[in-house]
């Protein structure tokens, strides 16, 4: 079992993540396999976790959230990414509760953050489209103010928690004459929304237990109350705040999921014999072990320190798309190492190895791809 604490956790931090480990033993871990084979988590599963206090853990007390920092979720994602599952979305859920509560309007807040805390709704945010991913600025789907209504047109893809979500954050053209000024975030609450279709669950190479979903709107009315924040013309500026916790999220999944890779090849090695041999004792083995092992470490270092930057309010966006740039990419570099050392049984999917294999190859390009994130850091190149 991989119990490391980081140097940023308090004790409620520590309390928290032993409770968390415990829970995600008895209720997620036996129960991965059966979720890859149906396609989607237990919709039960979200509300056992709504009632730990697993959704809310850093919302304020006065929705019904635990009132933690950033670090609460943080603990929550690495547990999760410890246990090999992908499928559960509590990322983009947790996601979809900090744009509510930092860029809602109180009676938005009211609303909303209660049934996302206790599982009630489970949230999606809609960005990417089939014409637009990387270039958000190229999205077509529009929400044209109509009376008291907005109405929504347009059709997304590849959304997370697309077949479970109650709520999800579209982001939409208002005015799609102004470009970035003419975006806006839109809260689609689904229950008896008349013109809006959920299409495929997507067939995926990994992450077979998470629901990737096409959503379709077609004349979608939603009150103008629903606007985020309740204004229009925002929703740029809303989507850059939130960035960054998003490609925390993205660092501190990517580090649980190293250590788990690594964790599971050395009790591998241990066991398994070649020429008499146990594989551990090839010099090749614990050079690429002890490789991997040096990455993981340096990867720990630089999430915790931006974490411990996120905690007191200074990470600045680059470093974020640092951290997602870099732990995407050292993760994919160590699994595939560790693969090869389980040989033919790495590529069985029921050797976690293999799953994490085809999971993490994903990290690279959702979240903003890496190339997007090297736009990023390179910009600030030039202000150096
Ligand atoms: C499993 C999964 C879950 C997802 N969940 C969500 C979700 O919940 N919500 C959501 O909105 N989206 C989600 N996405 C979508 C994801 O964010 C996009 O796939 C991603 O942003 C890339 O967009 P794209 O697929 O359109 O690729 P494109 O933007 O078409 O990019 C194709 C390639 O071109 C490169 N490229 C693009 N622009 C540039 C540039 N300026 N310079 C250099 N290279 C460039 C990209 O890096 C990439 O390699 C998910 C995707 C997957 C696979």
């Given at each position: 079992m991989i119990t490391s604490n980081a140097p940023w956790m308090s004790e409620d931090h520590i309390q928290l993540a032993d409770m968390t480990r415990r829970f995600f033993a008895a209720e997620m871990t036996p129960n991965i396999q059966r979720w890859c084979k149906q396609g989607v988590v237990d919709r039960k599963f979200w509300l056992k976790a709504g009632e730990l206090g697993l959704l809310g853990a850093s919302m304020p007390e006065l929705y019904g959230g635990s009132g933690g920092d950033f670090g609460y979720d943080f603990v929550i994602f690495i547990e999760q990414a410890r246990t090999g599952d992908s499928g559960w979305g509590i990322g983009v859920h947790s996601i979809v509760s900090h744009y509510i509560v930092n860029c809602g309007t109180e009676e938005q807040k009211e609303r909303w953050l209660p049934k996302l805390i206790s599982g009630e709704m489970v949230g999606a945010i809609a960005m990417t489209e089939p014409g637009a991913g990387s270039d958000l600025q190229g999205i077509r789907t529009t929400a044209k103010a109509n009376g008291d209504d907005l109405v929504l047109n347009g059709s997304k893809t590849f959304i997370t928690n697309g077949q479970s979500a109650e709520l999800i954050i579209v982001v939409t053209k208002t005015d799609p004459s102004q470009g970035a000024k003419g975006t806006s975030l839109v809260v689609l609450e689904t229950e008896g929304a008349e013109g809006f279709r959920r299409g495929r669950n997507l067939e995926k190479i990994g992450m077979k237990a998470q629901d990737t979903s096409e959503l379709f709107?077609?004349?979608?009315?939603?009150?103008?109350?629903?606007?985020?924040?309740?204004?229009?013309?925002?929703?740029?500026?809303?989507?850059?705040?939130?960035?960054?916790?998003?490609?925390?999220?993205?660092?501190v999944s990517a580090l649980g999921s190293c250590e788990l890779a690594l964790s599971e090849t050395v009790r591998y090695v241990r066991e398994r014999k070649a020429f008499d041999r146990h594989l551990m004792e090839f010099q090749n083995t614990r050079f690429k072990l002890a490789e991997c092992k040096t990455k993981l470490e340096v990867m720990r270092a630089f999430v915790n320190q931006a974490t411990e930057e996120l905690l007191a309010g200074q990470l600045d966006s680059v470093k974020a798309s640092m951290v997602k740039l870099w732990t995407s990419e050292t993760l994919g570099?160590?699994?595939?190492?560790?693969?090869?050392?389980?040989?033919?049984?790495?590529?069985?999917?029921?050797?976690?190895?293999?799953?994490?294999?085809?999971?993490?190859?994903?990290?690279?390009?959702?979240?903003?791809?890496?190339?997007i994130q090297k736009e990023i850091i390179a910009r600030s190149l030039d202000s150096d």
């Open positions: 709107f077609d004349n979608v009315r939603i009150p103008r109350t629903n606007l985020l924040g309740g204004i229009e013309g925002k929703g740029f500026f809303q989507l850059m705040q939130e960035f960054s916790y998003e490609r925390m999220m993205c660092g570099e160590i699994i595939d190492e560790c693969l090869q050392l389980f040989g033919g049984y790495g590529y069985m999917l029921e050797y976690p190895i293999a799953r994490l294999y085809v999971d993490s190859r994903v990290t690279r390009i959702f979240g903003g791809t890496s190339e």
